[in-house]
Structure formats: structure tokens, C-alpha cells
T-cell receptor, first 114, second 113 residues
Framework: GENVEQHPSTLSVQEGDSAVIKCTYS??????FPWYKQELGKRPQLIID?????GEKKDQRIAVTLNKTAKHFSLHITETQPEDSAVYFC?????????????FGQGTTLQVKP | DSGVTQTPKHLITATGQRVTLRCSPR?????VYWYQQSLDQGLQFLIQ???????AKGNILERFSAQQFPDLHSELNLSSLELGDSALYFC????????????FGEGSRLTVL
């Protein structure tokens, strides 16, 4: 079945450093890859997404890269700030059944130390 | 505010009981998705409805069922509750059934004692 693996599970960086979170997906038919940020007790919120016809996308301090051949995609956060501390989830959709459902990775807890 | 409304926000009940969680999608959205998030766990896909019809099914237990009504709101029914069912249940919606952003509600926190 569809599966998304996410690493690392926890990540601690110093304020101003960069953070990288990596995901792999199993279904080669997947074509949409969003990243969600979830603060404690809150709902997940989309921060950036990428489609399979694009290799890289950037939005200010956040960027996502996609390698379709290797079925890898990564989130890059530069110049991290304490407010970036949260749980980040990668996801994939468009695979089996080609529905809008998202299959999520296990999440990465990012801690940015001041 | 995502525009997705979930009720109740919190629910405490006993093992063996049955509860119903309700979700109203964003205005105009036809797809509704249900996810379960247990403590320190990820977002597990349960089920998707599109315009009243079941569209996709994940690892949803037989004790759980859902439906989407003609006004597009959805309900998730959880029966014969067990301690392990304690979790945050999220509803999300999207305009159609194709790939794109899902908008999440604030969730319903279920505690089974």
C-alpha cells in the first residue's frame, strides 16, 4: 500500500541555522507533495507544496525539493527562528485510486533553540 | 480559521460507549476526510467522502463508520470504544476529489476512560 517515510523524528537546531527534513514515498503515481506544520494542540496547516512536474519550489525561508526518480522530497528551512518550533509532516497524494486523500509521514519535531 | 468546523471540541466517555463526531466542511467543498492522531503519533487516514459517496478508505476499524449527508456535512461514528481509541480526530475538506490542499478543522479530542 501507499507509505510515506519521514526522517528524522526529532531535530534540534540553533536559531539561525538551517533545518532539513526528508521523506520518501512508495507509490510512483503520487503527484502532489505538501508539507504541513502543526503546533501543539493545533490543526495542521499547509506551509508549502510541490507537484511532480516541478523539481524545486521556494517561499521565503522555506523550500521544497523533489526527486521523482528516487521518490524523495525534502523540506529546507533556512535562518530558523524559535517560532519555527513545531511538528512538521510531509505527505503525498495522487497515488492509488488517484483521490485527494493525503498519506502522511510520521512527523518531525523541530526545536529551534534561541 | 480554516472554515472547517468540528464538534464537539472535547469528549470524555467510557469504554464500550458510542460517540458521534461531526464535521462541517468549508463552504463549497465537496470532499471530506477523517484522520486520527493518537498521542505522539502521526496523522492516520481513516476515510474520505466525495459529494455523499465513499471515495477512499484507510485503516478504519470495523467499529468505526462514517457518512456524508446531502448538505455535505459528515459524521464519524465510533462504537464499542476502547482505551486505545483516545485520540484527536481531525476532519479536513477540499473543493474536489483531486490532489491539492486539505483544510483541517481544529479537531475533536476524544478521551476514553
Amino acid at each position: 500500500g501507499e507509505n510515506v517515510e519521514q526522517h528524522p523524528s526529532t531535530l534540534s537546531v540553533q536559531e539561525g541555522d538551517s533545518a532539513v527534513i526528508k521523506c520518501t514515498y512508495s507509490d510512483s503515481a503520487s503527484n502532489y507533495f505538501p508539507w504541513y506544520k502543526q503546533e501543539l494542540g493545533k490543526r495542521p496547516q499547509l506551509i508549502i507544496d510541490i507537484r511532480s512536474n516541478v523539481g524545486e519550489k521556494k517561499d521565503q525561508r522555506i523550500a521544497v525539493t523533489l526527486n521523482k526518480t528516487a521518490k524523495h522530497f525534502s523540506l529546507h528551512i533556512t535562518e530558523t527562528q524559535p517560532e519555527d518550533s513545531a511538528v512538521y509532516f510531509c505527505a503525498a497524494s495522487g497515488g492509488s485510486g488517484n483521490t485527494g486523500k493525503l498519506i502522511f509521514g510520521q512527523g518531525t519535531t523541530l526545536q529551534v533553540k534561541p | 480559521d480554516s472554515g472547517v468546523t468540528q464538534t464537539p471540541k472535547h469528549l470524555i466517555t467510557a469504554t464500550g460507549q458510542r460517540v458521534t463526531l461531526r464535521c462541517s466542511p468549508r463552504s463549497g467543498d465537496l470532499s471530506v476526510y477523517w484522520y486520527q492522531q493518537s498521542l505522539d503519533q502521526g496523522l492516520q487516514f481513516l476515510i474520505q467522502y466525495y459529494n455523499g459517496e465513499e471515495r477512499a478508505k484507510g485503516n478504519i476499524l470495523e467499529r468505526f463508520s462514517a457518512q456524508q449527508f446531502p448538505d455535505l456535512h459528515s459524521e464519524l461514528n465510533l462504537s464499542s470504544l476502547e482505551l486505545g481509541d483516545s485520540a484527536l480526530y481531525f476532519c479536513a475538506s477540499s473543493v474536489m476529489d483531486d490532489t491539492g490542499e486539505l483544510f483541517f478543522g481544529e479537531g475533536s479530542r476524544l478521551t476514553v476512560l
